[in-house]
């Protein structure tokens, strides 16, 4: 595995926009978060959290083809089969790669899944509040969680993974709060 900081080298060489990078170092620290709650490797899993759309600058113009470079490229930077396939399994059940029929079964598939999932969530509840991340609370996250016109792109099915990882959406939420917290600078809160 290469170290987070050839990551980011590589990420930023590519053709990145701000919110895509935001989303990847927000990935990256909810699942810092969520391996250390989990009592899972903390460097991994972030790593995953990191790198999981890594060839999204590559297809993001033609999305059915997103997460069809991810294995070379990852592959190429000496990642093993089994990263590969938890990076790969994030687009399970989406019109992308010829995923749209494969399930996730495992643990760090599901906590992939819902932690990129969630960045948005909180996010667009940050902007709503004037980027204002320093004192939100998991139940107004909720509350918004709740109502599937706020940030309509963010899959709640998804982000309900988290209950197969033994948490409650609220604690969950929490903990993806807590993560984004520890970040806000880098990715443009307060």
Request: glycine residues 8%.
């Amino acid at each position: 595995m290469i170290s987070r900081e050839r990551a980011l080298e590589f990420l930023k060489s590519m053709n990145q926009t701000e919110a895509d990078m935001n989303h990847y170092l927000e990935s990256e620290a909810v699942m810092r978060k969520l391996a250390l709650r989990l009592g899972e490797n903390v460097e991994y899993w972030g790593m995953l959290g990191l790198l999981h759309d890594v060839d999204w600058a590559l297809t993001r113009d033609n999305i059915q083809e997103h997460l069809t470079k991810a294995p070379g490229i990852l592959k190429e930077n000496g990642f093993d089969d089994k990263f590969i396939e938890i990076v790969v399994s994030h687009g399970y059940g989406w019109d992308c790669a010829g995923l749209k029929d494969r399930k996730r079964t495992e643990k760090v598939e599901f906590a992939l899944a819902a932690s990129e999932t969630v960045t948005g969530l909180v996010y667009a509840y940050a902007l709503m509040r004037g980027k204002n991340i320093s004192d939100m609370e998991a139940s107004g996250l909720k509350k918004k969680f709740k109502d599937k016109k706020f940030a309509a792109g963010c899959n709640r099915e998804i982000i309900l993974e988290c209950e197969k990882l033994g948490l409650s959406l609220e604690e969950f939420l929490g903990i993806a709060i807590e993560a984004m917290k520890s970040i806000k600078s880098e990715i443009g809160l307060i």
